[in-house]
């Protein structure tokens, strides 16, 4: 059964950080992975899919790398601001047809 | 791109009464869509899968007589929490999978309080 983990399960940054959330997951036949953000009370906002086959994705100051062997992945977000507040959860597709979450990220950025 | 309409976005009801939640794909059909359960400070957790014109299938855990899944059309999938008790209260949300794409699109979810 896959297990997605992610570390830290929060995060209190100054504004302007560099920052790095981590993913890991146990079983590394996946079809993709999937890195979301999600504001309280909110949906799910896609931020970055990487393939199979990819090693990464970047997106304005994020960026997001995949390591399918070792089963981990990271997302980098760059000059962090405190509208990147939020809770980030990466998610995998093993080809169920439904997505396995890790338990989430929650991101503060102080002004 | 893709758009998943999920309402409603939050609802309070007495216990004991049924709640129904509606997804809706705009601008494409959704042969398959996934529920979610998400408790506070937790993952989501899904539920069940639909299928357009099918029973769905449940995950193990969730009871299917308590949270009945209707998928009669490619554009409307239906949740209806029956006999809600507080327990229930949580934050549910909608998943589909464009055709030839990759990736899900979400619901913005629903906020079910049972008091």
């Known amino acids: 059964k896959q297990e997605v983990t992610q570390i830290p399960a929060a995060l209190s940054v100054p504004e302007g950080e560099n920052l790095v959330l981590n993913c890991s997951f146990t079983?590394?036949?996946?079809?993709?992975l999937q890195w979301f953000r999600q504001d309280p009370g909110k949906g799910l906002t896609s931020l970055l899919l990487i393939q199979s086959s990819q090693r990464e994705q970047t997106s304005g100051r994020l960026n997001a790398s995949l390591d399918k062997s070792s089963g981990r992945s990271t997302l980098y977000i760059a000059a962090s601001q405190p509208g990147d507040s939020a809770t980030y959860l990466c998610?995998?597709?093993?080809?169920?047809?439904?997505?396995?979450f890790g338990s989430g990220t929650r991101l503060q950025v102080q002004p | 791109g893709a758009v998943v309409s999920q309402h409603p976005s939050w609802v309070i009801c007495k216990s004991g009464t049924s709640v129904k939640i509606e997804c809706r794909s705009l601008?494409?059909?959704?042969?398959?869509m996934f529920w979610y359960r998400q408790f506070p400070k937790q993952s989501l957790m899904l539920m069940a899968t639909?299928?357009?014109?099918?029973?769905?299938?449940?995950e193990q855990g969730v009871e299917k007589d308590k949270f009945l899944i209707n998928h009669a059309s490619l554009t409307l999938s239906t949740l209806t929490v029956t006999s809600a008790h507080p327990e229930d209260s949580s934050f549910y949300i909608c998943?589909?999978?464009?055709?030839?794409?990759?990736?899900?699109?979400f619901g913005s979810g629903t906020r079910l309080t049972v008091v």
């Open positions: 998943s589909a999978r464009v055709w030839g794409e990759d990736g899900y699109t």
């Open positions: 079983d590394s036949a996946i079809y993709n």
């Open positions: 998610a995998v597709d093993t080809g169920r047809r439904a997505l396995t």
């Open positions: 639909s299928n357009e014109g099918s029973k769905a299938t449940y």
């Open positions: 601008d494409f059909q959704a042969t398959t």
